[in-house]
C-alpha cells in the first residue's frame, strides 16, 4: 500500500523541488485613492491649533509662595512660630504675583496665574493680621 503523498514505485515526492523566485514586478495600471480624511497629496490639510501662551515664571513663583504662606498658615496653628514664616512668603509673594501678571498683560498672556497668587498671597496675610489682633485682643 502506498502512502497519499508518494507515487506508487519512485519512492520520491511527486512534485519536484522549486527554488524560490522573486515574483516580478507590473507596472502598477491605477492608484488606490486615498483613505477617508486624509485628503489628496498637495492639499494643505487641516492647520495646525495655534499653541496656548504660558504665563511668565514670576506668576508663577508667586503663586507657589502663596500656597506654601498658606500652608505655614496652617502649620502655624500646631507650631506657632511658623505663622511668621508666613508673613514673608505672603509679602514677597504678592510682589511677584502683581510683577508677573503686569508682564502677562504686556506680552498679551491671560493673567490668572498672576491673580491666583495675589489671592493666595493675601488670604495668609489677612489672617496673620487677624490672627494678631485677637492674640492682642485690639
Given at each position: 500500500?502506498?502512502?497519499?503523498?508518494?507515487?506508487?514505485?519512485?519512492?520520491?515526492?511527486?512534485?519536484?523541488?522549486?527554488?524560490?523566485?522573486?515574483?516580478?514586478?507590473?507596472?502598477?495600471?491605477?492608484?488606490?485613492?486615498?483613505?477617508?480624511?486624509?485628503?489628496?497629496?498637495?492639499y494643505?490639510?487641516?492647520?495646525?491649533?495655534?499653541?496656548a501662551?504660558?504665563?511668565?515664571?514670576?506668576?508663577?513663583?508667586?503663586?507657589?509662595?502663596?500656597?506654601?504662606?498658606?500652608?505655614?498658615?496652617?502649620?502655624?496653628?500646631?507650631?506657632?512660630?511658623?505663622?511668621?514664616?508666613?508673613?514673608?512668603?505672603?509679602?514677597?509673594?504678592?510682589?511677584?504675583?502683581?510683577?508677573?501678571?503686569?508682564?502677562?498683560?504686556?506680552?498679551?498672556?491671560?493673567?490668572?496665574?498672576?491673580?491666583?497668587?495675589?489671592?493666595?498671597s493675601?488670604?495668609?496675610?489677612?489672617?496673620?493680621?487677624?490672627?494678631?489682633?485677637?492674640?492682642?485682643?485690639?
Amino acid at each position: 500500500m502506498t502512502q497519499p503523498h508518494q507515487v506508487a514505485n519512485s519512492g520520491q515526492w511527486p512534485y519536484p523541488a522549486q527554488q524560490w523566485q522573486q515574483p516580478q514586478q507590473h507596472p502598477q495600471q491605477w492608484q488606490q485613492p486615498p483613505a477617508p480624511g486624509y485628503g489628496y497629496p498637495g492639499y494643505p490639510g487641516h492647520p495646525f491649533a495655534p499653541q496656548a501662551q504660558k504665563p511668565s515664571g514670576l506668576s508663577v513663583a508667586g503663586m507657589i509662595l502663596g500656597l506654601v504662606a498658606i500652608a505655614f498658615l496652617l502649620l502655624s496653628l500646631v507650631i506657632p512660630p511658623m505663622g511668621f514664616v508666613s508673613l514673608p512668603a505672603a509679602v514677597v509673594g504678592i510682589a511677584l504675583s502683581s510683577v508677573g501678571g503686569a508682564q502677562d498683560n504686556r506680552s498679551g498672556v491671560g493673567n490668572g496665574m498672576a491673580t491666583a497668587g495675589v489671592i493666595c498671597s493675601f488670604l495668609p496675610l489677612l489672617l496673620f493680621v487677624i490672627g494678631l489682633a485677637f492674640w492682642f485682643r485690639w
